[in-house]
């Protein structure tokens, strides 16, 4: 059922959204001059897939954790798409093609070992990664790898349809900074 509403929810976000899509990566390319992000990380079952977002950093920043990475490399739009978490639409595309839920654990990096390590043990990666979960509504970000872990399998192992919806609604309207850079 969750996999029905998230590919019924991403397709409609996308034709709803598409004008702010469209906007949000004519304005990136002038930011950055590559507007979208994609980085490959875990998936399912550890499997690897590609991760799309907009881009918040300039096209050299290194590739590691949000929590790694220095305020000030955070480009003003990009500030503006994370506060607002616009950055994160693009993601619905990763939905439509069933690689991620809209609620799930976030997908990490795959140098970020001792979280795999952490998630591997709870099982966490028996499901989807989502764009929003427990963790992100909470302030939990992947820095405190064994806290985040513990909390995504609360999450997995608790989630009904009205948690799905709540965790949605809350980030939409603001809750949660997930993995915000520090």
């Known amino acids: 059922m969750i996999r029905l509403l998230d590919f019924i929810f991403a397709v ?3 034709l709803c959204l598409w004008p702010v899509l469209v906007v949000v ?7 950055t001059g590559s507007p979208v992000f994609m980085q490959t990380r875990v998936g399912k079952n550890q499997k690897k897939f590609t991760l799309i977002k907009f881009r918040t ?3 050299a920043t290194k590739s590691v954790a949000s929590h790694l990475v220095a305020a ?3 480009t003003k739009l990009g500030g503006l798409l994370r506060k607002t978490k616009i950055d994160e639409l693009p993601q619905l ?4 093609k069933g690689e991620m839920s809209l609620v799930g654990p976030r997908p990490n990096l795959f140098n970020q070992e001792e ?5 591997d043990a709870l099982g966490v990666y028996d499901v989807l990664p989502g764009v929003t979960g427990l963790a992100q509504v909470q302030n939990i970000d992947m820095s405190t790898p064994q806290l985040l872990a513990k909390t995504d399998k609360q999450m997995i192992d608790t989630l009904t ?12 309207t603001g809750s949660g900074s997930g993995d915000a850079v520090k």
């Open 93 to 96: 595309i990763n939905v439509v």
């Open 25 to 31: 990566y004519v304005i990136g390319y002038f930011d």
């Open 12 to 14: 409609i976000g996308l």
């Open 161 to 172: 349809v009205q948690d799905y919806f709540k965790y949605i609604i809350m980030t939409v």
């Open 57 to 59: 950093m300039p096209v």
């Open 72 to 74: 000030n490399s955070v």
């Open 115 to 119: 979280l795999i390590k952490a998630r």
